[in-house]
């Protein structure tokens, strides 16, 4: 009888053993993240008018690889900042607003799952951004960015994305539910006019990360809930309300139900776990701009029947600059890469002589001073401010195109004339010289202000700060010490037409539109100008971008010659003259 009994247990394990295995099934998901596109669709440098590495149209290849593997369960996600950059989305942008939007065609040709908007697409203004918006095919995100009238989201706050699972008949359960959740830095309001985002706010990432993933769990019930964010990983500018620019890692770490962040802004490569504080982990990952990478993260779910019971989450950056070119991709849109490149090549003028922003790091360039006498001459101010936009661009001499005006200014920045005492303006440069130049106390020192860890850095290229917040300014004759200590390191010796400077006299001062409503901070802690009062100190700013006055100016004049000024210098010379080879060197090994 025993024996019996022994045997008949042994069945019923077994067979309960085979049903709970009939019941268990794991569904496979791979998921691809592009983030800061900036208008890189096509394997062409159309500034530089040459090949180029990685782009969407390499991308595509590698995606599409992918796809014959995974079918309908990869899903593919793009972080926003695709609206500017390379001449191509200018072109759609302004100079063919009319026709659908390039960046949402590329957009629905790929067949993205859900889109994020970014800082440098709200910069586009709302005409071109709500167009495009309309016709992004994908949920276009953004739970943060919220309407004022409302107080609604002004785009999706989350995306809703099923993917068919294979396995069991015998399961009720027969999707992989996933919430996708979008948001884009909050930090807007510091870069850019208010007539660029009129009837917006962007709220506080984590304080709306909560609310919208309690929502989301309660209401959806997902799976799996992903963060689309285009806001960097920590750091960044820290508004007065406390409100940050990039916030990924407090949002991972104190809102609990993430799975996976995809994020970008940063322009860096991200590939950490993370864990909230309930001690689940959370995989934050960010490709970097351009497309020169992909980020991927490769998901095994397992399910107990129609129980979630395990989730293994892997994170890789996936380097895509030599893949093979989608070839369709290209034929598709050839009508329009034939006429950007006519865009783009045709003549405006002629350079009589070169013009590169290396120079500007270390004193009077060519290239620098060149916008300068450009901003001055046309809106008659005082004094100009600018900055380097480009970290290393160079136009030689000889016929000037369209495309060299991208790298003349690279941004889609207003021209604006603020009203600045002489005190606010030193104290402007002091702040810039301050992020600018080290203080050197023995003559072996470097001479400008470097950081080992941001050589991999696409935005600050081995600075410690970001180069198109080195303001340097015309109108002023001044010198800088790099001896003294900061802020006490700017002299302004006199006007450069030869009349006495006053700290307390006002000037006209002639600047973009980033730095005048705040960007860089120069203006706000530099020139002690509060935040609140700087739309009442303009006197004028333009109706089209600086970009579009500057080629007017060079065609109107025909022939120009770029020349450094005798305005402003690094003392004292005997250490700044050395230090400055040894730094070139360093940056551009030459």
């Known amino acids: 009888m025993r024996r019996l009994l022994t045997k008949t247990c042994v069945v019923l394990m077994w067979l309960a053993a085979t049903t709970a295995m009939a019941q268990t099934r794991t569904v496979s998901l ?31 290849t590698y995606i599409d690889r992918q796809r014959k593997e995974y079918g309908d369960r990869l899903l593919l996600l793009d972080n926003g900042d695709i609206l500017q950059g390379q001449p191509c989305v200018y072109w759609s942008n302004y100079v063919m607003p009319e026709d659908e939007n390039l960046a949402a065609r590329v957009i629905n040709y790929m067949g993205y799952d859900a889109e994020t908007v970014g800082n440098h697409d709200i910069e586009t203004g709302h005409k071109v951004y709500d167009k495009w918006i309309r016709e992004v095919r994908c949920p ?87 963060g689309l964010f285009h806001s960097g990983l920590n750091g960044g500018i820290v508004m007065e309300n406390g409100i940050e620019e990039d916030a990924t890692e407090r949002v991972a770490k104190e809102v609990e139900g993430f799975d996976v962040i995809f994020f970008g802004h940063d322009h860096q490569v991200h590939n950490i776990t993370l864990k909230n504080t309930s001690g689940s982990e959370v995989l934050c990952i960010d490709p970097s701009c351009y497309v020169r990478n992909v980020a991927e993260a490769n998901i095994t779910l397992t399910y107990n029947g129609d129980k979630l019971v395990g989730k293994d989450i892997k994170g890789s950056i996936v380097d895509v600059r030599n893949e093979e070119v989608d070839q369709p991709m290209m034929a598709h849109f050839q009508k329009d890469i034939d006429q950007i490149k006519e865009y783009v090549g045709r003549k405006i003028g002629t350079f009589a002589t ?10 009077n360039s060519a290239f620098t001073d060149f916008i300068h006498q450009l901003q001055l001459q046309i809106t008659k101010a005082d004094i100009s401010l600018n900055a380097p936009l480009s970290f290393d661009s160079r136009i030689n001499a000889g016929p000037v195109t369209v495309a060299d005006m991208f790298k003349l200014y690279r941004f889609e920045n207003k021209l604006v004339v603020m009203r600045m005492t ?46 198109f917040n080195f303001d340097s300014a015309s109108g002023i004759d001044y010198e800088v010490d790099v001896t003294k200590p900061d802020g006490e390191k700017v002299h302004i010796l006199r006007m450069s037409n030869g009349e006495p400077f006053s700290e307390e ?24 100008i509060h935040k609140d009062q700087l739309g009442s100190r303009i006197v004028y700013e333009s109706e089209l971008d600086l970009r579009h006055y500057l080629m007017e100016e060079i065609e109107r004049m025909g022939t120009v010659t770029p020349r450094a000024g005798k305005n402003w210098k690094l003392v004292p010379e005997k250490w700044t003259r050395p230090a400055a080879k040894r730094d070139r060197k360093l940056l551009f090994k030459d």
């Open 354 to 363: 070169a013009a590169s922003t290396r120079d500007s790091y270390f004193g």
């Open 140 to 226: 276009v995100l953004g739970a943060n960015i919220v309407d004022t009238a409302s107080q609604l989201p002004y785009v999706h706050p989350y995306a809703i994305l099923e993917r068919e699972m294979a396995g069991s008949s015998d399961c009720k359960k027969k999707t992989v539910k996933i919430a996708v959740l979008g948001m884009v830095t909050p930090a807007i309001p510091v870069w850019l006019n208010e007539t660029l985002w009129q009837g917006l706010e962007f709220h506080d990432m984590v304080k709306c990360a909560k609310r919208w993933v309690k929502y989301i769990q309660q209401v959806e019930k997902p799976d799996l809930i992903f």
């Open 30 to 60: 791979k998921v691809i993240e592009t983030s800061d596109v900036h208008g890189h669709f096509f394997p062409y440098d159309f500034i530089e008018r040459r090949e180029l590495k990685g782009t969407l149209a390499r991308a595509s």
């Open 422 to 467: 002489g005190r606010e303006v030193r104290g402007h440069l002091e702040m810039s010289y301050d992020k600018w130049v080290n203080t050197m106390t023995k003559p072996g020192d470097h001479l400008l202000l470097l950081s080992v860890d941001s050589r991999s850095d696409q935005q600050r290229m081995g600075f410690k700060n970001y180069t």
């Open 505 to 528: 006299k006002e000037y006209k001062v002639v600047m973009n539109s980033y730095r005048a409503n705040g960007g860089g901070d120069l203006l706000i802690h530099g020139a002690g």
